[in-house]
Nanobody, 120 residues
Framework: QVQVVESGGGFVQPGGSLRLSCKFF????????MAWYRQAPGKQRELVAT???????VYAESMKGRFTISTDNGRNTVFLQMNGLKLDDTGVYYC??????????????WGQGIQVTVAS
C-alpha cells in the first residue's frame, strides 16, 4: 500500500501565497512523474503542473509565472508554491505520482485533496 501525507492549503486573500506539499511512501519502487491537479466547484479536475526528469516542469497556461512545482524526488515529495492567487484558483488540489510498484508494474497514486480557498 501507498500512503500520502499532504500539507498546506487553507484560506488566503487575493494576491496571497500558499505552499502545498505531498509525500508518497510505502510500496513504491520508483516515481517517474509527479503532478498537481485541481478541481474547482462545479468543474472537472484539471491539470495544474507536472514535473519529471525527462520534461522538467510543465504548467497549465493560466498558472505560468505564478505557480512553481518542485520535488524532493529522493523522498517522493512534490511541492506547489502558489503566488499571486486569484479567486479562480479556489478549489481542491490533488497531488499525483506515477511510477512503478514493487512488482515493476506501472502505477498511479493520488492524494486525498487539499482545499484552497481564495476570497476577500
Amino acid at each position: 500500500q501507498v500512503q500520502v501525507v499532504e500539507s498546506g492549503g487553507g484560506f488566503v486573500q487575493p494576491g496571497g501565497s500558499l505552499r502545498l506539499s505531498c509525500k508518497f511512501f510505502g510500496d513504491i519502487f520508483a516515481v517517474n512523474v509527479m503532478a498537481w491537479y485541481r478541481q474547482a466547484p462545479g468543474k472537472q479536475r484539471e491539470l495544474v503542473a507536472t514535473v519529471s526528469s525527462n520534461t522538467g516542469a510543465v504548467y497549465a497556461e493560466s498558472m505560468k509565472g505564478r505557480f512553481t512545482i518542485s520535488t524532493d524526488n529522493g523522498r517522493n515529495t512534490v511541492f506547489l508554491q502558489m503566488n499571486g492567487l486569484k479567486l479562480d484558483d479556489t478549489g481542491v488540489y490533488y497531488c499525483n505520482a506515477e511510477g512503478l510498484d514493487p512488482d515493476m508494474k506501472r502505477a498511479s497514486w493520488w492524494g486525498q485533496g487539499i482545499q484552497v480557498t481564495v476570497a476577500s
